[in-house]
């Protein structure tokens, strides 16, 4: 612990910092002092700082009501309600006609122009960017709009901001591929999100294509256990093609890992030889010691990013699940 503290003291901006915050509380609570633990759990939640903040609220009772409740109740996102209200006539009226990419030129044009209410203009784009079903743009809009709030200084993302971060797109295709291989959809959500901001088009430098970011050779060996013929490269662009082979692989994963979405989100990016050689190498058994132990960064990176949106999906969608109509 105190090797942790001296992190957090002399680097409270830095990464490590956080790390080192969650494992004292960590420590904390396998030495069995557990109101010392909780109290640090719930400070490092309510931070709502990335993978450590939701392991954090993970460890503690009640998570989604608290968290929730903080995002729709804190004074700063009150003014979430009205946002997008301010248009001008010309904008107001492409939207209302649904001429959503005439409206997207006349909001780059006045953003461009930086005048007023850009919160405002960035939020419709988002809007325009969503109707028109151009998910990557949708998402990268998202991303700036997010920084008009300043965390560090303790603004929290309004929870219908947090939607446009993590949206449900392709809904339709992910529960039905994941109820045919019985896996969480939100767990098949957070890989789509992670591995390609909803971009069906996208190719990684090493030749993974589409949503789920899957290699030719995969996708061939995949098709042919679930009957899938002819597969030829380019049906990884489809998204309903490009989800139902992932989901299926996800779930391959998941069998073959003990159902841990870590160890499984971490074979689906370094490779399930990796996993289970750093398995036989490293003595411990407590699965978040794991993951800071891979020798690899990406992967490691990965499996943080991956249920670090696993467990925001479920916290912003978990009471609607049974609705699948909800936004």
Partial sequence: ITTFQKLVSLFPKNGWSLAADYWIAKVQEKQKNWDKAKRNYQRISESHKWYYGNLAGHRIESRAETNLASHQENSKTKDWKSIGKNKTKRTKKLMDLKLYADAIIELKTIIKAKKSNQRDNYYNLVVCYEKLEDFKKAHYYAEI?????????????????????????????????????????????????????????????????????????????????????????????????????????????????????????????????????????????????????????????????????YYTYKELYSKFAARPDQK
């Fill in 145 to 309: 709009l997010a920084k008009f709030w300043d965390l560090k200084r303790g603004d929290l993302i309004p929870t219908g901001l947090l939607r446009m971060l993590y949206p449900l797109h392709y809904k339709d295709q992910i529960k039905k591929h994941a109820t045919e291989y019985k896996i969480d959809p939100f767990f098949v959500s957070s890989m789509i999100r992670e591995e390609s901001r909803y971009n069906p088009s996208v190719i990684s430098p090493a030749g993974a294509c589409g949503l789920m970011q899957i290699m030719p050779q995969t996708g061939k060996y995949i098709s042919k256990q679930i009957n899938m013929k002819p597969f030829h490269r380019e049906m990884l662009f489809h998204p309903e093609v490009n989800i139902r082979l992932g989901t299926w692989y996800m779930k391959n994963l998941m069998d073959k890992f003990g159902n841990s979405m870590e160890l499984a989100s971490g074979a689906y990016n370094g490779g399930s030889n990796r996993i289970k050689r750093w398995q036989k190498n490293m003595e411990t058994t407590d699965i978040e010691e794991f993951i800071e132990d891979i020798p690899i960064d990406e992967t490691r990176r990965h499996i943080k990013k991956v249920i670090d949106s």
